[in-house]
């Protein structure tokens, strides 16, 4: 029985202590997994208040049956989710931030570069709209960019869209952003650790034909048999 237990708890660690919630497959948003130093210190005196995410909104393994490779970027921006595809048919869905419609991109790019806690530069458009902003904006927790920036490039130019954290997470399940895909930071930081230079990024149009193809019962698959 004292094997047995061991057993369970080795299994466990090696997981990363993600599943909360063996039927839904729900994983936990708030672990350190993957954390640097620097992360942890800075994720600990955050200048904004943590939002309360829906549980839509969590991070879920889910099964996925459409057909990009696993190690793809899926961005359903109808429901504002985003998927890691992982082999054997299922994937990672985050609840992201998309932008409003008129401001949003959609297409085939990858990640072209990637950086942490990135500093924040103002487009031309941003400052038009938004303005007047600072020029430049050091990375860190009071940064709109976040814990993570993932720069989406097609070809070799840079499409002006990212794929970055927040300093805003109740806005996560909405359209308000300048276009650019935003996640909490916790999800950003585990996105950031599953991806590299070259990962391909699909973004779907809003109200296209490929939005269809996801059920908004998509069944939530278990990491596990532990909980």
């Given at each position: 029985m004292?094997?047995?237990?061991?057993?369970?708890?080795?299994a466990?660690?090696?997981?990363?202590?993600?599943?909360?919630?063996?039927?839904?497959?729900?994983?936990?948003?708030v672990?350190e997994?993957?954390?640097?130093?620097?992360?942890?210190?800075?994720?600990?005196?955050?200048?904004y208040?943590?939002?309360?995410?829906?549980e839509?909104?969590?991070r879920?393994?889910?099964?996925?049956?459409?057909?990009e490779a696993?190690?793809?970027i899926?961005?359903?921006?109808?429901?504002?989710?985003l998927?890691?595809?992982?082999?054997?048919?299922?994937?990672?869905?985050?609840?992201?931030?998309?932008?409003?419609?008129?401001?949003?991109?959609?297409g085939?790019?990858?990640?072209?570069?990637?950086?942490?806690?990135?500093?924040?530069?103002?487009?031309?458009?941003?400052?038009?709209?938004?303005?007047p902003?600072?020029?430049?904006?050091?990375?860190?927790?009071?940064?709109?960019?976040?814990?993570?920036?993932m720069?989406?490039?097609?070809?070799?130019?840079?499409?002006?869209?990212?794929?970055?954290?927040?300093?805003?997470?109740?806005?996560?399940?909405?359209?308000?952003s300048?276009?650019?895909?935003?996640?909490?930071?916790?999800?950003?930081?585990d996105?950031?650790?599953?991806?590299k230079?070259?990962?391909?990024?699909?973004?779907?149009?809003?109200?296209?034909?490929?939005?269809?193809?996801?059920?908004?019962?998509?069944?939530l698959?278990?990491?596990s048999s532990?909980?």
């Amino acid at each position: 029985m004292m094997m047995r237990a061991l057993a369970f708890v080795i299994a466990a660690v090696a997981l990363g202590g993600c599943v909360s919630d063996m039927a839904g497959g729900t994983l936990d948003p708030v672990g350190e997994t993957g954390w640097s130093q620097r992360d942890k210190d800075l994720m600990s005196n955050l200048p904004y208040n943590q939002a309360s995410i829906p549980e839509t909104y969590r991070r879920h393994i889910v099964e996925y049956h459409r057909k990009e490779a696993p190690g793809t970027i899926l961005i359903d921006s109808d429901n504002k989710f985003l998927y890691y595809v992982l082999p054997q048919g299922k994937a990672i869905r985050y609840g992201v931030a998309v932008g409003e419609e008129a401001q949003a991109w959609s297409g085939l790019a990858k990640i072209g570069r990637m950086e942490e806690w990135p500093p924040w530069i103002p487009t031309p458009g941003e400052q038009t709209r938004l303005g007047p902003l600072p020029a430049y904006v050091t990375g860190g927790p009071h940064n709109p960019m976040g814990a993570r920036g993932m720069y989406l490039y097609v070809g070799n130019k840079d499409t002006l869209y990212r794929i970055h954290g927040t300093n805003q997470p109740e806005y996560i399940g909405t359209a308000v952003s300048s276009g650019c895909i935003r996640m909490t930071n916790e999800d950003a930081i585990d996105l950031y650790n599953h991806v590299k230079i070259g990962t391909p990024v699909v973004v779907l149009a809003p109200h296209s034909d490929d939005n269809k193809l996801f059920s908004p019962r998509m069944a939530l698959a278990p990491l596990s048999s532990a909980n």
